[in-house]
């Protein structure tokens, strides 16, 4: 019960539309359970019976019954439906939001460990499964329970008006005979959501790797591979897809079986204690209304059982700890120094292994450090401890004297300008993705930036200038136009902190140049960590730091430096 706690939470602010679905629904119900039978029986009666006695009136009346039962069922039925369908669309709504805000949230390792198309499954693949759940649900929940009602009450209230109240109590047992094969099926239906989704999860993520990888793809000559795997995937989900609509087909038969046994009694029944023929007709209208109101609940129980699964999945994102949480009375941040301090750091990624451990370092506000180091030693982990991308697994990481951990992210982020080693840009105008930098800013500063940046030449070069688009993933600009939007964002951005992870491609001579001194220029005056590949970039800091095999190996200054074997190796191999 404590899972549906939280979707009846997020129905809380529907209450009123649910409340008018529900008795629409009642009423809905009981005009076909309880109503169509009781005109039945009093058409046979009236009408047929009494025959020649009845005036034309009287035959009118009772005739008209029949329109006006079917009127109360389509109008309460029409409405039960809109409200409902509005309540169960408002949910869905609710769930994907909760998802996308969740996603929001989580911590970065959470992402190193999840591949995206399986997140992406289960927000739309997993959300549309439980669409058609509470489709299948909405049509029928609100209305069946009171159909079934509807039946059975009438059945009650002929077994208590007739002689043969215990035959017709006989039969009404038949009604939970018929829910048993159910209880069995739901159990296997389950299991196989379960099955399905998980396989819907799979072929979501070799779909969005294909997608992101469509160029490798082409110059690795993958696409035979890559279209036996996505077959592979396909058929994995068929055979998943169709165990559950084996059980799922089989639900009916039974039921209709076990229906056309109880009907079957009732003829005998009705032929040994010589039932009027009116009597007969409503208890089959009834047992009709009853059963298959049965059935069709039954049909919303399987679809549920099948969405198990993808409830599942949905709540398990929803409740993932937030590993990087925000303290409830975060330190005050204002314009920091950006005097960073690690003491006795160590940090792990989620596999246990050490990516950096003994960092013990003051780092004086104002100092450009340049972090180098072999491949794999842990300069990018190290600048991912600062913004509180990763909060460190042991020792403490202060700026201007504050444990970050006490630090609300987004304040300590708001400090902190980074430009990473492959840029993101948006799908949007340049303009709005050198914005990013500082969401308040003016058309006249984001040009200033750009200008600060050698960025403004080419931008004014494109067609529509400032307003263009950059297209999806930025295919239209090249890696060192990337780069320069990125610094653009920095400058805007104005924080006291830097971080930026040295592109390793190669640039041409002049743009290679230019982002040298916007770089130069974008350092004065903040205290800066820069994943250096260039030697150039060197050459500017005041403070090199040698990484090796997650700890900071040597420290200093250029001329000192050159005195440790090991960065002098380093630089004499990129110099030659
Ligand atoms: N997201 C991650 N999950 C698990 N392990 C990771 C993750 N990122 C990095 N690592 C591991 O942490 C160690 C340090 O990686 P890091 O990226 O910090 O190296 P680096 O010094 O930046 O290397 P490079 O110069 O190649 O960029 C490596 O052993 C790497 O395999
Ligand atoms: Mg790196």
């Keep these: 019960m404590g899972r549906y706690a939280r979707y009846l939470r997020m129905l809380r602010s529907q209450r009123g539309t649910l409340l008018g679905a529900v008795a629409l629904g009642a009423l809905a119900g009981a005009a076909s359970g309880f109503g169509l039978p009781f005109f039945l029986q009093k058409v046979f009666r009236d009408i047929f019976e009494a025959g020649a006695g009845r005036s034309f009136g009287e035959v009118l009346l009772v005739a008209s019954f029949l329109p006006l039962v079917f009127l109360l069922r389509g109008i309460t039925l029409y409405f039960n439906q809109y409200l409902l369908n509005a309540v169960s669309l408002g949910l869905l709504g609710e769930i994907r939001q909760q998802l996308f805000d969740k996603l929001q949230r989580l911590p970065l390792l959470y992402f190193d460990r999840k591949r995206s198309g399986d997140l992406l499954a289960r927000i739309l693949a997993d959300t549309s499964q439980i669409q058609d759940a509470l489709v299948a649900a909405t049509r029928e929940i609100l209305l069946q329970p009171f159909v079934v009602l509807g039946g059975v009450g009438y059945l009650v209230y002929l077994g208590l008006t007739n002689r043969d109240a215990a035959l017709l109590l006989v039969l009404l047992l038949l009604v939970p005979l018929m829910t048993l094969p159910v209880v069995y099926i739901g159990r296997h239906l ?28 082409r110059a690795f000559n993958l696409e035979e591979a890559e279209r036996s795997r996505f077959r592979g995937e396909l058929a994995r989900f068929h055979r998943a897809s169709m165990k559950a609509v084996k ?56 679809e549920m059982s099948k969405s198990a699964g993808a409830f599942e999945r949905i709540e398990s994102v929803l409740d993932e700890p937030e590993t990087v949480p925000v303290p409830d009375h975060p330190a005050a941040v204002g314009r920091l120094r950006g005097e960073v301090r690690f003491d006795q750091v160590a940090f792990a990624y989620g596999d246990g292994v050490p990516a950096l451990y003994g960092i013990d370092l003051t780092v004086l506000p104002g100092t450009v450090c340049a972090l180098v180091g072999p491949s794999g030693a842990g300069k990018s982990t190290f600048t991912k401890l600062v913004p509180r991308f990763y909060d460190v697994s042991a020792g403490t990481l202060t700026i201007d004297g504050t444990d970050v951990r006490r630090m609300d992210p987004a304040a300590l982020r708001g400090q902190i300008a980074l430009v990473p080693q492959s840029p993101v840009l948006f799908n949007t105008a340049i303009l709005e993705n050198i914005r ?43 890696g060192g ?26 640039l041409d001579a002049e743009s290679e140049q230019k982002i040298q001194e916007a770089l130069a220029k974008l350092c004065r005056g903040r205290t800066v960590f820069i994943v250096a590949h260039r030697f150039s970039t060197i050459r500017i800091a005041d403070r090199i730091l040698f990484f090796d095999q997650g700890g900071i190996a040597a420290d200093g200054d250029f001329e000192t430096m050159m005195r440790e074997p090991v960065f002098r190796r380093l630089y004499e191999k990129q110099t030659g």
């Design 247 to 302: 059980y799922n087909q089989a639900t009916q038969p039974l039921m209709e079986f076990v229906a056309a046994a109880a009907i079957a009694a009732m003829f005998v029944a009705a032929y040994s204690r010589q039932i009027p023929f009116e009597t007969f007709a409503a208890i089959g209208a009834a047992l009709f209304f009853t059963i298959d109101g049965c059935k069709r609940l039954v049909r919303v129980a399987n």
């Design 190 to 217: 389950r299991h196989r959501g379960r099955q399905t989704q998980r396989s819907l999860g799979e072929l979501t993520g070799a779909l969005s790797e294909n997608l992101l990888a469509a160029a490798e793809v």
């Design 481 to 506: 136009q990337r780069q320069r939007l990125a610094l653009a964002r920095a400058f805007l951005r104005d924080a006291p902190i830097l971080i930026l992870d040295e592109a390793t491609s190669a």
């Design 436 to 478: 990013i930098g500082r969401p308040d800013a003016t058309r006249e500063e984001i040009v200033e930036a750009a200008r600060a940046a050698y960025a403004d030449e080419f931008i004014t070069e494109l067609p529509g200038g400032y307003d263009a688009m950059v297209g999806e993933n930025a295919r239209r600009l090249s």
